[in-house]
C-alpha cells in the first residue's frame, strides 16, 4: 500500500498539480502573516468577500456566544443539541432569504449531501448543470433518482432533458447560482422559465453569492429578479457570513421539516458550535442593517477586471468578485503563484482534478476590505510575474 501511494503522489507532483498548504499565523484578512516569517502579505484567495471574518462585532458575538452557551453541544439536534440560538439563526436566515424555514447543517456540503437523498425518489429526476459543485455532485450520487446532467449553462441542452424527465413523476433543477471556478452566474430567468413550462422545481447553491450578490446582498435569485420562483436555496455560512463554518437548506417549511426526520447528515452530526451561531447571526445582523458593505463589492472588482484585461490576461467571469486568471498550463499556475508570493501577494493556482485538464488559473477573490492600492499592487505583480514566464507578451 506505502509503495501504491507513494507513486501516485509522485505522479501528482510530476504533473504539477501538488496543492501545498500554507499555514497562516494571523487572522483571516485582507493581509496576512504567514509561519516562517512572512509578513505584509496581502491576501487575494479568501472567500472572505465582506471582510466579517476579523470584523470585530462578529468577533465579539462569537466570544458572547461562547462564554454564555459554552464550547458545543457534544450531541446532534434530535438528541440534546438544539440550543436557541440555532432556532434564532434559523428564523433568521429564513428571514434573510425571503423563505418560510431554515435548517443548519455542519457544512454546505452537508446540506448538498443532505438534500437530494431524503427529496428524491426513484420516481424522481434531477437534472445538474456538468460544472456544478463537487458537493451538489456527490449529493446528487447519493440519491436513487434519474440523473441528467446538461451542458454548462446551456438552455437549450436543459430544455431537451427537461421534455425527456417529463415521464418521472418530480423534477428538480440544481444548479450552482454563481460557479465558483470560473466566477460566472447561471441564467436563473431563463432556467426558471424552463423549469415553469415543464413543471420543475429549482434548486441553487448560493455560497459563492450569498451576502453580497443582488441589492441586498441576498444573492443570485435577488440579482437576477426570480426570488419567488427558485424553490430551494443551499448556502454557506463559512464565506460571507461570518467565514467560521457551517451551512444551510432554506425553502418551504414542509421540506425543512423532512429534511429533519430524514437527512443523514443533520441527523448524525454534531450541532453547530454556540460560537459559529454567533458569528453567522451578527454578520446576518450587519447585512439586514445596511446594503453597504455588499455594495461595496462591484467598483473594487471592476477596478480589478478591467486592469488586468488592459495587462492583456484573459479573466473568465463575468462582475463577480471570484476573478479566475486563465492560463491553461497547470505548472505555468503554479509557478506564477509561488513567484506571486514572493512579490507579497497570496493566489493560489488551480489545476486538474478541481478544474478540467487544460484550464488550469489562478483564481483571484476580491474582498471588500481590499483597497484600492491591494489591487493596484496585486495587478502589478501579475503583470512583472507574466512578462517573466511568458503569460504576457
Same mark, same amino acid.
Given at each position: 500500500?506505502?509503495?501504491?501511494?507513494?507513486?501516485?503522489?509522485?505522479?501528482?507532483?510530476?504533473a504539477?498539480?501538488?496543492?501545498?498548504? $500554507?499555514?497562516?499565523?494571523?487572522?483571516?484578512g485582507?493581509h496576512? $502573516?504567514?509561519?516562517?516569517?512572512?509578513?505584509?502579505?496581502?491576501?487575494?484567495?479568501?472567500?472572505?468577500?465582506?471582510?466579517?471574518?476579523?470584523?470585530?462585532? /462578529?468577533?465579539?458575538?462569537?466570544?458572547?456566544?461562547?462564554?454564555?452557551?459554552?464550547?458545543?453541544?457534544?450531541? /446532534? $439536534?434530535?438528541i440534546?443539541?438544539?440550543?436557541?440560538?440555532?432556532?434564532?439563526?434559523?428564523? !433568521?436566515? &429564513?428571514?434573510?432569504?425571503?423563505?418560510?424555514?431554515?435548517?443548519?447543517?455542519?457544512?454546505?456540503?452537508?446540506? @448538498?449531501?443532505?438534500?437530494?437523498?431524503?427529496?428524491?425518489?426513484?420516481?424522481?429526476? /434531477?437534472?445538474?448543470?456538468?460544472? @456544478?459543485?463537487?458537493?451538489?455532485?456527490?449529493?446528487?450520487?447519493?440519491?436513487?433518482?434519474?440523473?441528467?446532467?446538461?451542458?454548462?449553462?446551456?438552455?437549450?441542452?436543459?430544455?431537451?432533458?427537461?421534455?425527456?424527465?417529463?415521464?418521472?413523476?418530480?423534477?428538480?433543477?440544481?444548479?450552482?447560482?454563481?460557479?465558483?471556478?470560473?466566477?460566472?452566474?447561471?441564467p436563473?430567468?431563463?432556467?426558471?422559465?424552463? &423549469?415553469?413550462?415543464?413543471?420543475?422545481?429549482?434548486?441553487?447553491?448560493?455560497?459563492?453569492?450569498?451576502?453580497?450578490?443582488?441589492?441586498?446582498?441576498?444573492?443570485?435569485?435577488?440579482?437576477?429578479?426570480?426570488?419567488?420562483?427558485?424553490?430551494?436555496?443551499?448556502?454557506?455560512?463559512?464565506?460571507?457570513?461570518?467565514?467560521?463554518?457551517?451551512?444551510?437548506?432554506?425553502?418551504?417549511k414542509?421540506? %425543512?421539516?423532512?429534511?429533519?426526520? $430524514?437527512?443523514?447528515?443533520?441527523?448524525?452530526? @454534531?450541532?453547530?458550535?454556540?460560537?459559529?451561531?454567533?458569528?453567522?447571526?451578527?454578520?446576518l445582523?450587519l447585512?439586514m442593517?445596511?446594503?453597504?458593505?455588499?455594495?461595496?463589492?462591484?467598483?473594487?472588482?471592476?477596478?480589478?477586471?478591467?486592469?488586468?484585461?488592459?495587462?492583456?490576461?484573459?479573466?473568465? #467571469? !463575468?462582475?463577480?468578485? %471570484?476573478?479566475?486568471?486563465?492560463? #491553461?498550463?497547470?505548472?505555468?499556475?503554479?509557478?506564477?503563484?509561488?513567484?506571486?508570493?514572493?512579490?507579497?501577494?497570496y493566489?493560489?493556482?488551480?489545476?486538474?482534478?478541481?478544474?478540467?485538464?487544460?484550464? &488550469?488559473?489562478?483564481?483571484?477573490?476580491?474582498?471588500?476590505?481590499?483597497?484600492?492600492?491591494?489591487?493596484?499592487?496585486?495587478?502589478? &505583480?501579475?503583470?512583472?510575474?507574466?512578462?517573466?514566464?511568458?503569460?504576457?507578451?
Amino acid at each position: 500500500l506505502r509503495r501504491r501511494l507513494e507513486s501516485e503522489l509522485e505522479d501528482i507532483r510530476g504533473a504539477g498539480t501538488w496543492k501545498s498548504e $500554507r499555514v497562516i499565523a494571523s487572522r483571516q484578512g485582507p493581509h496576512l $502573516r504567514l509561519a516562517g516569517g512572512g509578513a505584509g502579505i496581502i491576501n487575494f484567495c479568501a472567500n472572505n468577500y465582506l471582510g466579517l471574518s476579523s470584523h470585530p462585532e /462578529v468577533i465579539r458575538a462569537a466570544v458572547e456566544a461562547l462564554e454564555k452557551f459554552g464550547a458545543g453541544l457534544s450531541s /446532534v $439536534r434530535f438528541i440534546c443539541g438544539t440550543q436557541s440560538i440555532h432556532k434564532d439563526l434559523e428564523e !433568521k436566515i &429564513a428571514r434573510f432569504h425571503q423563505r418560510e424555514d431554515a435548517i443548519l447543517y455542519a457544512s454546505c456540503f452537508d446540506a @448538498n449531501a443532505g438534500i437530494f437523498e431524503a427529496l428524491l425518489t426513484p420516481e424522481d429526476a /434531477v437534472l445538474s448543470d456538468e460544472l @456544478n459543485h463537487a458537493s451538489i455532485i456527490d449529493g446528487i450520487r447519493l440519491c436513487k433518482a434519474n440523473k441528467y446532467r446538461y451542458k454548462h449553462m446551456d438552455m437549450q441542452d436543459l430544455e431537451a432533458k427537461l421534455k425527456e424527465a417529463q415521464k418521472h413523476r418530480l423534477r428538480l433543477v440544481a444548479t450552482d447560482g454563481a460557479f465558483s471556478m470560473d466566477g460566472d452566474i447561471a441564467p436563473l430567468r431563463e432556467i426558471c422559465q424552463l &423549469a415553469q413550462k415543464y413543471d420543475a422545481l429549482v434548486f441553487i447553491d448560493e455560497c459563492h453569492a450569498t451576502g453580497f450578490l443582488g441589492p441586498n446582498g441576498r444573492g443570485t435569485d435577488e440579482l437576477l429578479g426570480v426570488m419567488d420562483k427558485v424553490t430551494i436555496i443551499n448556502s454557506t455560512l463559512g464565506k460571507a457570513l461570518g467565514g467560521a463554518a457551517g451551512g444551510y437548506t432554506t425553502g418551504p417549511k414542509p421540506l %425543512i421539516d423532512l429534511l429533519r426526520q $430524514r437527512s443523514r447528515p443533520y441527523l448524525f452530526s @454534531n450541532s453547530l458550535p454556540p460560537a459559529v451561531v454567533g458569528c453567522a447571526s451578527k454578520a446576518l445582523d450587519l447585512l439586514m442593517e445596511s446594503n453597504a458593505i455588499a455594495q461595496s463589492m462591484a467598483a473594487k472588482t471592476q477596478r480589478f477586471r478591467s486592469k488586468m484585461m488592459a495587462a492583456g490576461f484573459t479573466i473568465s #467571469g !463575468k462582475d463577480h468578485p %471570484i476573478c479566475p486568471v486563465m492560463l #491553461g498550463d497547470a505548472r505555468l499556475a503554479s509557478v506564477m503563484a509561488e513567484d506571486m508570493l514572493n512579490r507579497g501577494i497570496y493566489v493560489i493556482g488551480f489545476s486538474y482534478p478541481v478544474v478540467p485538464k487544460g484550464k &488550469a488559473r489562478i483564481r483571484v477573490q476580491i474582498s471588500a476590505v481590499h483597497s484600492d492600492e491591494d489591487i493596484d499592487r496585486c495587478v502589478e &505583480a501579475f503583470t512583472e510575474v507574466g512578462r517573466k514566464h511568458g503569460a504576457l507578451s
